[in-house]
């Protein structure tokens, strides 16, 4: 879950915040961004928990609907669907997903007013109403709606939305990495599946030296990075260049000249998608003009010192 691209991603906001204060303690700045891979596991984890509270709270929903004088037999119906679906029992039956919920302490317990309101709006929205007109719903078709459940609560409904910026400090920076991972998570559910959820690392002593390295390499050689990008940029009002692509540079420049092991197009290529993600419309042909540059020098210069065959270019 945590990948390269997704380090980069933190060591890139940290760095932005970094360059924002005139004083700033790289140590602590270094401390928060480790703790903060913790918060990001933790914050996937709680809305991959939210359909089974959701359902909690469906079931008592009907329970309350069956004691009426008169229970409407279409609303139970309609309560039922989402109490049967396949995706939502997987995870609630799911021995690893519920040992890693206990494990992180992650619980929905005490929201049952965001849950009526999400409800009430939830009952009246296409997705929901399309949803239920499936005459047979299919585990196919439960998973689909899972995620545009999820696309809806995170994208358009603002209660929700201010919930969880109360909740979590880090969800305004991590909410779309998160929401791709918990969409990508729900699709890829199965009945019997062994493991439902994505290897929180890959090798995690890698990745958190790879995260260590790239930020304190960054703050350590930011004087000698940026003036390998200001002979490039001459001709450019160094004051309108954005900070997010001075950083990118930066961290790109990082990578080449004190990670051997990581190819120099693997390097710029990965800043050029941030780019996209996170600067101008502009930044990717800029970034790509100017990286593009100095790579040229520091090989010509046998500045790029890789190991391995096929490294350098």
Not at 70 to 89: F, M, T, V, W
Not at 130 to 149: G, W
């Amino acid at each position: 879950m945590l990948n390269r691209r997704f380090l980069r991603i933190k060591a890139l906001q940290a760095l932005y915040s970094f360059a924002q204060e005139e004083n700033p303690d790289a140590v602590a700045y270094r401390k928060r961004l480790l703790a903060g891979l913790e918060k990001t596991y933790e914050l996937y984890l709680f809305l991959m928990a939210f359909p089974i509270e959701f359902k909690s709270f469906i079931l008592d929903e009907l329970a309350l609907e069956k004691n009426k004088y008169i229970p409407s037999d279409k609303q139970s119906q309609i309560l039922q669907i989402i109490i049967d679906n396949k995706a939502i029992g997987i995870l609630e039956n799911h021995i690893g997903f519920q040992n890693e919920l206990t494990k992180n302490k992650i619980s929905w317990t005490g929201h049952q007013d965001l849950m009526r309101k999400i409800w009430m709006d939830l009952k009246i929205h296409p997705l929901f109403t399309s949803y239920i007109e499936t005459s047979t719903p299919t585990l196919k078709s439960d998973k689909t709606f899972l995620i545009h459940l999820m696309e809806w609560l995170i994208a358009e409904f603002e209660l929700f939305e201010s919930f969880m910026e109360d909740k979590y400090l880090n969800w305004d920076d991590d909410q779309i990495l998160i929401l791709k991972t918990v969409s990508k998570t729900l699709q890829g559910l199965s009945e019997n599946a062994k493991s439902i959820l994505p290897d929180k690392h890959k090798d995690e002593e890698e990745d958190i030296k790879f995260l260590k390295d790239l930020f304190d390499l960054c703050v350590q050689n930011q004087q000698e990075l940026m003036n390998l990008i200001a002979v490039k940029t001459k001709n450019w009002d160094q004051d309108r260049i954005a900070v997010v692509d001075l950083i990118l540079m930066k961290m790109a420049l990082c990578e080449v000249l004190y990670f051997p092991f990581i190819p120099v197009k693997v390097s710029i290529n990965e800043y050029l998608e941030l780019a996209k993600l996170y600067s101008t419309p502009n930044s990717h042909g800029f970034i790509n003009g100017i990286l593009d540059k100095v790579q040229l020098d520091l090989n010509r210069d046998g500045k790029i010192n890789k190991l391995g065959r096929g490294l350098v270019n």
